[in-house]
């Protein structure tokens, strides 16, 4: 395995030559740090040292690197109430967009849905709803009615659709949840992580940008019964366009949220909050700083050569390392005097070799600089040398060890 160091300190540092210039998608001014409330209890971690935040769980990721800037427990399994609609609604997408589902579609209320306490979307009993206008319920209003009238039509009963649930979050890696209902009603066994609901947020967005847009709607108006959009940041933090609040005895105020600026996408989970001011306060705060500590710089071009591998019996010695896309990195202030990138591979790699196969990683560290890796790819192909042209290279490896 080789390991290069190809950055060190600012002067040997190859970046591409807009990125060294300013940060990627920077954005406009920067609002003044609010004075956080008095902690009480440990601080969150962070690259560039502690953070005071009176939140119980708090996780702050960026969308592009999905390098982690906060973390204060975000790996302990909590009760995430209404945040694990989320992973309803993720269900419905996937079913909508594998054509199992239409927008149209009308569901009947069931006693079941209609008895439901808690939020509600106030659906009338025996009426059917289409899946467009559950969908809203679900997402503007948190409606558990809405919640439930969908898992019935999809599997039959409430219970069937946490299977479904349980088997999409195996399948995201979300290694830390597990769903017991359609709705985050209190459950011992009914169990996120705050870096599974980022996870999963990031894939909602992902996965699907049209269906996404529902997050960001400020009310919804059912059965002569207006509400507004739980999600305390919209319309009030600059950017912010979804996703989910949540709140239990339990979980305490919570909320996942996402905020785009520019090109940067910062996507927040916090828990355990004593109050609704509280959460909208600590979320603005935490959010800024994130935006206000942070940029995005891109390291490399996606046609960038960044190494040479050497290949072993090909048409050619060697083939270019390459990104396959932009190499962004999540860096602090003051980034230049610290950041390093190691390339690794495994070389001499036999021939041939395929244009987009996976050679090595990049890794990207530094003081301050949340750790990142990347995989590298081959830029060009390379065939395998003909059984005559392959003697002398034979011959060759044989006598110089077989390095």
């Not at 149209?104 to 808690?118: E, Y």
Request: proline share 7%; with cysteine; net charge positive.
């Amino acid at each position: 395995m080789l390991r290069r160091a190809l950055i060190g300190a600012s002067a040997s540092l190859g970046l591409a030559e807009t990125a060294a210039a300013q940060p990627r998608g920077a954005a406009a001014a920067r609002p003044q740090a609010r004075t956080p409330p008095a902690p009480t209890a440990p601080p969150a971690s962070s690259p560039i040292g502690p953070v005071d935040t009176i939140a119980r769980n708090v996780v702050l990721i960026d969308f592009e690197t999905g390098a982690t800037l906060l973390n204060k427990q975000a790996d302990e399994r909590m009760p995430p109430a209404s945040m694990s609609k989320l992973m309803t609604m993720y269900v419905v997408f996937e079913h909508i967009k594998a054509g199992r589902l239409r927008l149209d579609q009308l569901l009947p209320v069931s006693d079941t849905a209609w008895r439901m306490g808690g939020s509600r979307m106030f659906l009338e009993r025996a009426s059917t709803v289409s899946v467009d206008d559950l969908s809203r319920g679900v997402i503007i209003q948190s409606g558990n009615d809405a919640c439930v009238a969908l898992a019935e039509g999809i599997s039959g009963s409430e219970r069937a659709f946490t299977e479904l649930m349980n088997n999409m979050g195996r399948e995201l890696g979300l290694t830390g949840s597990s769903f017991h209902n359609a709705t985050g009603w209190p459950d011992p066994e009914h169990r996120m992580t705050p870096r599974d609901l980022a996870t999963l947020a990031r894939r909602v967005i992902l996965d699907h940008p049209d269906s996404y847009r529902l997050y960001g709607e400020r009310s919804f108006r059912w059965n002569n019964i207006n509400q507004e959009n739980r999600n305390p940041l919209l319309g009030r933090v600059a950017g912010a366009d979804g996703l989910k609040t949540g709140h239990t005895e339990e979980a305490g105020y919570c909320l996942t949220a996402s905020v785009k600026r520019g090109e940067r996408r910062l996507i927040l989970v916090v828990a355990g909050l004593p109050t609704m001011r509280a959460r909208y306060e600590e979320s603005e705060r935490l959010i800024e700083w994130g935006f206000r500590e942070f940029d995005n710089v891109v390291l490399f071009r996606a046609a960038d050569t960044i190494d040479q591998v050497p290949v072993y019996l090909g048409d050619r010695p060697s083939v270019p390392l390459v990104g396959g896309r932009e190499v962004v990195a999540t860096v602090p202030r003051g980034w230049r005097e610290s950041l390093q990138a190691k390339v690794r591979f495994d070389a001499p790699v036999p021939a041939p070799v395929v244009k987009g196969q996976e050679l090595g990683r990049i890794e990207v560290s530094g003081r301050g600089v949340p750790p990142m890796s990347l995989p590298l790819y081959a830029g060009a192909d390379v065939d395998r040398l003909g059984v005559v042209a392959r003697i002398p290279a034979v011959i060759s490896r044989m006598i110089g060890g077989g390095t």
